[in-house]
């Protein structure tokens, strides 16, 4: 049962592109949605969270952008950087301290 | 200050073996958590304690896993019986305080090998 759907699964961009990652999740009781950014060989590391009681948040070239009653929520990079390229999860928390993580999405930006 | 660290980076084992991995958290965080991830696969949840007890074990998949934490500092993940299927990345995560919004910081993970 997957409770948190990500998509892509892998995505290219050229450099300063716009790169888009959408999640779908199941569970109202979810109430925290952070995004992961993972290089190969390291542990996965937050870049940015949101809460369901705001639309957008921006964070320098990241956005997340949230709507509530589709329950989606997407990740925007703009002007993609070759630096960028990584796997990104999108996770939702609700109840518990344990975050449920999508699947992944690999990113490469082409110079 | 030092990150969340791992060991062993890589463990290599023979099924049928007993394997333990160590998680050192950041120094002062209370909350530690263990993650299983699969290739292509996003984190999956084993188990989290609060300083020395697991508050939650329930994403330990039988009764094989077993993880401890005695100062409420180091934990060790033991899997007993190794199988070919446990091979993943092992990750260690540790954050101040539980709460809705702490942020877990992640080690950089152990590979699990079962031959």
């Known amino acids: ?111 | 200050g030092a990150g969340v660290s791992q060991t062993p980076s890589n463990k290599v084992t023979e099924k049928g073996k007993y394997v333990e991995l160590r998680c050192d958290p950041i120094s002062g965080h209370t909350a530690l958590y263990w993650y299983r991830q699969s290739l292509g696969q996003g984190p999956e949840f084993l188990i989290y304690f609060q300083g020395t007890g697991a508050a939650d074990d329930s994403g330990l998949p039988n009764d094989r896993f077993f993880a401890v934490r005695p100062e409420g500092s180091v934990s060790t993940l033991k899997i007993q019986r190794t199988e070919r299927g446990d091979s993943a990345v092992y990750l260690c995560a540790s954050s101040l305080v539980p709460s809705g919004t702490d942020t877990q910081y992640f080690g950089p993970g152990t590979r699990l090998t079962v031959l």
Request: hydrophobic share 35%; net charge positive; glycine share 10%.
């Open chain 1, 1 to 111: 049962q997957q409770q948190v759907k990500q998509s892509p699964q892998s995505l290219i961009v050229q450099k300063g592109g716009i790169s888009i990652i959408n999640c779908a999740y199941e569970n109202t009781a979810f109430d925290y949605f952070p995004w992961y950014q993972q290089f190969p060989g390291k542990g996965p590391a937050l870049l940015i969270a949101i809460r369901p009681d705001v639309s957008e948040k921006k964070e320098g070239r990241f956005t997340i952008s949230f709507n509530k009653s589709a329950k989606q929520f997407s990740l925007h990079i703009m002007d993609s950087q070759p630096g960028d390229s990584a796997t990104y999860f999108c996770a939702a928390r609700g109840g518990s301290y344990i975050p449920t993580f999508g699947r992944g999405t690999s990113l490469i930006v082409h110079p």
